[in-house]
């Protein structure tokens, strides 16, 4: 228990490389849908807010991209968030499937976090998957605790919680208890429908893929207007996400007003169009405006 005024709030950065289990987590943590999970890697394309508000506490808890390699202009900004969220949080959470271990290809992450003067949790996620073992963390790293959680099963999400605590400075309440985000509702809708994309979508066509929400109405009493442009960066792309008759876009669609309909609580209208946008994802001020930061 904390003293009387001395209220703990700081900022929890989740990295880690992508399909970690990140924007699983994050939605256990506040137990609240707030990131589209997919089976994909290189789901997440934004840092993402998420409050959690206790009586002695607050926990701004901020989902990342993932780490991971490619050399367009999007796959640079995606890392850049990582690293900014790195630099300006309290404490950063390493997660790290263990399904998959400690690779190699963590080395550029641990670089960058010894870098950082934080204190660094290293988390093993997923062990509903893998026997009982303990993970094998590399000797350079001296992190300030570990542990393993299941976003899945919920093992270990308490335990999480109340190690972070300590390591939050003290501070105020910065947002209000019913807060859970800072962003609009619009940009929750327009990564619904780029989760359902995700997983209905082959290989290639998710990664060309954007969501940009033309209008979202809410005049009406009982029924949210949304349209939205899917963009996509060739004809054949938009062909595929058409599909023969339209028959694709169609169950898009349909999929996608379920999921929003259960976020938003309300009956919507749904209206998707593909459009073809050549280099959207190689334009920086495109991919902001998209939401993408
Ligand atoms: N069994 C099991 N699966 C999990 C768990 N956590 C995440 N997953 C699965 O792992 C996959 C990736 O999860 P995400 O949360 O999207 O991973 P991420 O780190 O946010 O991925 P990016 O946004 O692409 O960087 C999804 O299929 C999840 O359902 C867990 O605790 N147990
Ligand atoms: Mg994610």
Do not use: H, V
């Given at each position: 228990m904390n003293e009387i005024g001395s209220y703990r709030s700081g900022v929890v950065a989740i990295i880690g490389?992508?399909?970690?289990?990140k924007s699983t987590l994050i939605n256990r943590l506040l137990g609240e849908k707030i990131a589209i999970v997919t089976?994909?890697?290189?789901t997440t394309r934004s840092r993402i807010l998420g409050v959690l508000t206790r009586e002695e506490v607050q926990f701004l808890f901020v989902d990342t991209p993932g780490f991971h390699e490619g050399q367009k202009a999007l796959n640079r900004a995606l890392v850049q968030l990582a690293e900014e969220a790195i630099k300006d949080c309290d404490v950063a959470l390493l997660l790290v499937d263990s399904t998959k271990g400690?690779?190699?290809?963590y080395r550029d992450i641990v670089f960058k976090l010894q870098e950082n003067t934080k204190p660094v949790v290293a988390v093993a996620t997923k062990i509903d998957l893998v026997p009982k073992t303990e993970m094998h963390w590399p000797e350079e790293l001296s992190f300030s605790a570990r542990c393993s959680v299941s976003a899945k099963t919920n093992f270990g999400i308490d335990a999480l919680l109340q190690l972070l605590e300590g390591f939050?400075?003290?501070?105020?309440?910065?947002?209000?208890?019913?807060?859970?985000?800072?962003?609009?509702l619009r940009f929750f809708v327009s990564e619904l429908i780029r989760e359902v994309a995700f997983e209905m979508l082959?290989?290639?066509v998710p990664y060309d893929l954007a969501v940009d929400i033309r209008d979202f109405d809410e005049s009406q009493e009982d029924l949210i207007s949304i349209n939205a442009d899917l963009l996509v960066e060739t004809a054949s792309q938009k062909k595929i996400v058409i599909g023969k008759g339209g028959r694709l876009i169609k169950e898009l669609g349909i999929r996608s007003r379920h999921k929003i309909e259960r976020f938003l609580g309300s009956k919507i209208y749904l209206g998707l169009f593909v459009k073809h946008e050549a280099r959207w994802s190689k334009k920086p001020g495109r991919i902001k405006a998209l939401g993408y930061n």
């Open positions: 490389r992508a399909n970690a289990g089976s994909k890697p290189q400690f690779s190699a290809s939050l400075p003290e501070g105020p309440r910065y947002y209000s208890p019913d807060q859970l985000s800072d962003r609009p082959g290989d290639e």
